[in-house]
């Protein structure tokens, strides 16, 4: 990776401006946008707090603060909403379980909040028993990607168990598509997105056997496009947050050597405000906090100096899922 130990200043990563950013974005409520975005609270600060972790800053918002937030989300069902006062719902709910596991406070659902059991069940209950497939909330709306996400949490959490993986399974191998990727739902056109999704659940059941690794990855490879970025599905611009759904995808594969690292990381580096710290989706644009986690990410996974390493199936660094799971170093 010589040629990216020589990028110009303005391709360095603004690593104290991307920290002094994440941190101000709490303090913005006299803002109208700070007010449209509350549905995304929550997620957002797990963004955030996974974007400072990889920027080696993982002290730079208050844990304190961090923890009584999270529990204030919680509701008697166990499951969490975007922010006080806010429906539960598995994304939510597991952003919940990825900011505890980040600051190390898994064990402050036992003391102040509804307890871990509890949580898990308002996940588990959440799968459809005949057909595998998970909803989003109580409205029953299906997505692979709550399949995932409550695999995610669930296997944080240790209750597995509470839900049937073997129909799980079946239900991802439904949604598998002829040229080896993955939709939203059986027949749904493959997506990058939807692909990660698959193929992390998958991995969190331990049936990697079932991919097409080389036909998938082959389409994967295939969105790059010609200024180095990544798009989700054939003909579409690309995006700095497919720098995670696709190389995570590749990484689990063992095939992020298929696209070209130093085009994607001069990409993403454009995509940069290196006065005020973030980054957007494509370069010139508004920056926020998704495409500045996503961004991340993806230098992660192409190791970029300066950055930790990431978990391409939690997306959360590796030290945090290596302490989860008792792992040795």
Same mark, same amino acid.
């Given at each position: 990776?010589?040629?990216?130990?020589?990028?110009?200043?303005?391709?360095?990563?603004?690593?104290?401006?991307?920290?002094?950013?994440?941190?101000?974005?709490?303090?913005?409520?006299?803002?109208?946008?700070?007010?449209?975005?509350?549905?995304?609270?929550?997620?957002?600060?797990?963004?955030?707090?996974?974007?400072?972790?990889?920027?080696?800053?993982?002290?730079?918002?208050?844990?304190?603060?961090?923890?009584?937030?999270?529990?204030?989300?919680?509701?008697?069902?166990?499951?969490?909403?975007?922010?006080?006062?806010?429906?539960?719902?598995?994304?939510?709910?597991?952003?919940?379980?990825?900011?505890?596991?980040?600051?190390?406070?898994?064990?402050?659902?036992?003391?102040?909040?509804?307890?871990?059991?509890?949580?898990?069940?308002?996940?588990?209950?959440?799968?459809?028993?005949?057909?595998?497939?998970?909803?989003?909330?109580?409205?029953?709306?299906? =997505?692979?990607?709550?399949?995932?996400?409550? +695999?995610? *949490? #669930? /296997? %944080? @959490?240790?209750?597995?168990?509470?839900?049937? !993986? $073997?129909?799980?399974?079946?239900?991802?191998?439904?949604?598998?598509?002829?040229?080896?990727?993955?939709?939203?739902?059986?027949?749904?056109?493959?997506?990058?997105?939807?692909?990660?999704?698959?193929?992390?659940?998958?991995?969190?059941?331990?049936?990697?056997?079932?991919?097409?690794?080389?036909?998938?990855?082959?389409?994967?490879?295939?969105?790059?496009?010609?200024?180095?970025?990544?798009?989700?599905?054939?003909?579409?611009?690309?995006?700095?947050?497919?720098?995670?759904?696709?190389?995570?995808?590749?990484?689990?594969?063992?095939?992020?050597?298929?696209?070209?690292?130093?085009?994607?990381?001069?990409?993403?580096?454009?995509?940069?405000?290196?006065?005020?710290?973030?980054?957007?989706?494509?370069?010139?644009?508004?920056? =926020?906090?998704?495409?500045?986690?996503?961004? +991340?990410? *993806? #230098? /992660? %996974? @192409?190791?970029?100096?300066?950055?930790?390493? !990431? $978990?391409?199936?939690?997306?959360?660094?590796?030290?945090?899922?290596?302490?989860?799971?008792?792992?040795?170093?």
């Amino acid at each position: 990776m010589s040629g990216v130990q020589n990028l110009p200043d303005e391709l360095q990563l603004a690593t104290a401006e991307h920290v002094k950013y994440i941190q101000s974005l709490d303090t913005r409520k006299d803002e109208y946008d700070y007010w449209l975005t509350e549905h995304l609270r929550l997620n957002g600060l797990y963004w955030g707090l996974t974007a400072l972790h990889l920027l080696r800053h993982p002290d730079a918002l208050p844990r304190d603060k961090t923890i009584d937030f999270v529990l204030s989300c919680q509701h008697e069902n166990g499951g969490f909403g975007a922010a006080p006062g806010h429906d539960a719902h598995m994304l939510y709910t597991v952003s919940a379980i990825q900011i505890l596991a980040l600051v190390d406070a898994l064990d402050e659902l036992e003391k102040r909040g509804k307890g871990k059991a509890q949580v898990g069940k308002f996940l588990a209950d959440l799968q459809n028993r005949e057909t595998g497939a998970f909803a989003g909330d109580e409205w029953g709306e299906e =997505d692979t990607r709550f399949l995932y996400t409550a +695999l995610n *949490g #669930l /296997s %944080l @959490l240790g209750l597995l168990h509470l839900v049937d !993986i $073997d129909k799980a399974v079946d239900h991802i191998t439904a949604c598998a598509n002829s040229d080896g990727g993955y939709g939203v739902s059986p027949g749904a056109e493959s997506h990058s997105g939807q692909i990660f999704t698959c193929l992390a659940a998958l991995s969190i059941a331990g049936r990697k056997d079932l991919i097409d690794v080389d036909k998938l990855a082959g389409w994967l490879s295939e969105r790059q496009v010609a200024g180095g970025g990544l798009n989700g599905r054939p003909e579409k611009t690309e995006d700095v947050c497919y720098n995670w759904w696709v190389l995570s995808s590749l990484e689990i594969l063992g095939r992020t050597h298929w696209i070209d690292r130093e085009k994607l990381i001069r990409f993403t580096l454009t995509c940069q405000d290196t006065e005020h710290g973030g980054m957007s989706d494509r370069p010139g644009n508004m920056v =926020d906090v998704w495409h500045t986690v996503f961004g +991340l990410t *993806g #230098l /992660s %996974l @192409l190791k970029y100096p300066g950055v930790e390493e !990431i $978990d391409p199936v939690y997306c959360l660094p590796k030290y945090t899922t290596d302490r989860v799971f008792g792992r040795a170093k």
